[in-house]
């Protein structure tokens, strides 16, 4: 439990809210929501629902006529929903609160508290001193009580001109914290509020406005990003000298989410927007809810990445791999496969009668036939592949197609590319290849071992589709605050016009999702699908594409330097994998294997375990292009199925397989549930995948192998509750059995399950 749940806990059970949660969303309408906005509403709409009568309102904190406007009301609302949360009847505007605001500031005044300055912007700011230096007072900070309250209504009856006066809390112009230097509380502004429309010609500042508004909402937990930390004491000072009821809302602060190779601020974004990069607030290279929605970002995916980071006060930044991963596990198991190729090259199978046609099936979703029934291929003499799956001078431990060379047409045939044909330009413009029939249906006989699948749709019968292959929006994972444009990627977005996919495409709704196998998960754009033209945006990619082509994550630091030295001088930053290293032989071992292409996290689990490091390198020496899914496996799942006896059971496991079930998810043949199970397999049984394979068959999953391997797995999830169960709790069987019930999806016959779990729980 995080550290502001835990205070909700705390708070319940001492009673200092008559056992009330009310927690707020607070956003300024001035923009669209994005990705940092959503650890916000995540934590704060999920801390309401986990208490019975708990609530959070959803706030507009429009204060500011200049820059609101009802149409980021709307969207804000939407995208809201989308996340998946709802405030009921909750949603409140801080402008409606005007009036009761301006009666507090009447208050500050009457007790002296507060003052009207006519000074000019620049004299207050200069005034204002510095954090080595105090503050002077303003000449007009001695007003009499009778005049400050008639200059005050006055600037309400909108008598004076913008910048004329401002009110101020009246506190201390030397206190140590600048926030509390006698803070601007109303300005004037003559501009048209979108709700308010004209009525008022003087508006109250964030810290005025806020603090009230948790106040007369009676909220009880007002949570806010670090930055508006030294703002707690102004928040406290308000509430106390205007009087609020207590018990008073508090203010805690959490880290803001700062993703990695994006911007989260709306003023940054709305520079993109308005300068063109992007072609409008919802563009799917956005970070804005709105523009990860039309990319195929699912709400689970967000919620996920959400859990993932936590609530902490320690500033981090969120890696943009970690993020990548949520969204393709999720998208794993949504995601029907399909084919399409980017960048087609003719293919002509000269053995292959040309009136023939044959229909190949594949499975739509692996491991869940009922939902998504196999998927039909035809199949004739004139095929397209993908132009980067045949190479004439191939690359070490290229796998495809070469000259000469054999490869496997994913659930057709083997061929054999026999003759390369160019075009006057000296490109190639077509393979002719032989087919072997003995290897239709794309199964191989035991004796041929093809290494290299590609993908394929047939020429006669493909469907030209538009694809987005979208990429990062920004080349440095922190692009500069003062000059962030410099950093933009021109790049991030590739259009290809024309790919063709599979005739089961045809047809796609708009906002669909696919895994085009081999290329990523895509999403059919809700806007601009429709009159028979397809267009899919690149939600992700299978795997990181970018760190294999630029190097970019192993050069890049981990947090910036002055923000890295203040978290340590709070005590509050994590070590990272690197300093966790204990000698120069480790950390040399360490960087090493990051070059290779491990993450981190996964190269000082490696490092910190021999046995593991060598099963790592004789898998990795099979699947070069794998270094990252192996190590992942290896040190996420493996690590965690080992159980008591780590050394034992990785003897067992044979590093040809483990290469082959990195390949397996990679290419998106094995659902990560699957392999999860197939990796229990491997553990327990040893023996090549297929062996492991053959056991999964989740439409059917009454099999005792099957079963036994998401036992396993979850016994080995759970040692302290088989230890309990052994122990004579007998109830936890039905804890085992539901949860082979959620691994399986229903699938499982619970009846056999019961029985077996109960073997194995005593055996
Ligand atoms: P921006 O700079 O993007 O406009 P903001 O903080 O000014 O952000 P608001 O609309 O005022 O935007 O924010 C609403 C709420 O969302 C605030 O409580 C704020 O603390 C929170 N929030 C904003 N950005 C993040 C973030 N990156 N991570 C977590 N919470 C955030
Ligand atoms: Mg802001």
Known sequence: MDFIRQMVSRDLKTGKYGGRVVTRFPPEPNGFLHIGHAKSICLNFGIAGEHPGGRCHLRLDDTNPDTEKSEFVEAMKE??????????????????????????????????LAYVDSSTEAEIRERRGSVNTPGTDSPFRDRPVEENR??????????FAGGAHVLRARIDMAHPNMVMRDPLL?????????????????????????????SLERVTHSLCTLEFENNREIYDW??????????????????????????TSKRRLKQLVHAGHVRGWDDPRMPTLAGLRRRGVTPEAIRALCDMVGVARAQSRVDSGKFDYAVRNDLNHRAPRAFCVLDPLRVVLTNYPEEREETFTAPSLPGDPQRHPLRELPFGREILIERGDFAENPPPGFRRLVPGGEARLKYAYVIRCEEVVRDAGGRVSELRCSVDHATRGGVAPADRRVRGAVHWVAAARAVPVEVRLIDRLFREPEPPPDDFMSAFNPKSER????????PGVAGTKPGTHYQFERLGYFFSDPADCGDGRLVFNRTVTLRDSWAARSGADSQRRPVAAPEAKAEAARGGRRQSPEESMR???????????????????????????????????????????????????????????????PEARLERLNASALAALARDVDEG??????????????????????????GLDLSEIGDESTLRGLLDEILAEYPEKAAAYRGGQAGLLGFFVGEVMKRSRGKADPRKTSRLAAALLKG
Not at 193 to 210: K, L, T
Not at 242 to 262: C, I, K, M, N, S
Not at 495 to 502: C, K, M, S, T
Request: charged share 30%.
């Open 150 to 159: 008639d200059l005050f209504r006055r600037m309400r009856a909108g008598e």
């Open 583 to 645: 000698s120069d032989e480790e950390r040399r071992r360490f960087r090493e294997l990051v070059a290779l292409g491990a993450s981190e996290a996964a190269a000082a689990g490696l490092v910190r375990s021999p046995p593991l490091l060598e099963v790592f390198g004789r898998a990795r020496r099979e699947y070069p292009e794998g270094t990252a899914s192996i190590a992942a496996w290896l040190v996420n799942e493996f690590t965690r199925l080992l159980g008591s006896d």
């Open 495 to 502: 259009i290809v016009p024309r790919a063709l996919a599979e």
């Open 79 to 112: 995208d809201i929903r989308w996340l998946g949360f709802d405030w009921g009847e909750h949603l409140y505007h801080a402008s409606d609160y005007f009036e009761a605001l301006y009666r507090y500031a009447m208050v500050l005044l009457d007790k002296g």
């Open 669 to 694: 043949d094995l659902s990560h549930r699957q392999a999860r199970t197939v990796a229990a397999t491997l553990l327990r049984r040893g023996g090549s995948l297929e062996e492991a394979k053959a």
């Open 238 to 263: 308000l509430l106390e000298h205007v009087g609020a009821p207590p018990p008073r809302p508090e203010q805690t602060e959490f880290a803001p989410l700062v993703l990695d190779y994006v911007v």
């Open 186 to 214: 109303y300005r004037i502004r003559h501009s048209t509020h979108y709700r308010q429309g004209d009525e008022w010609p003087i508006y109250p500042m964030y810290d005025f406005a806020h603090c009230l508004s948790d």
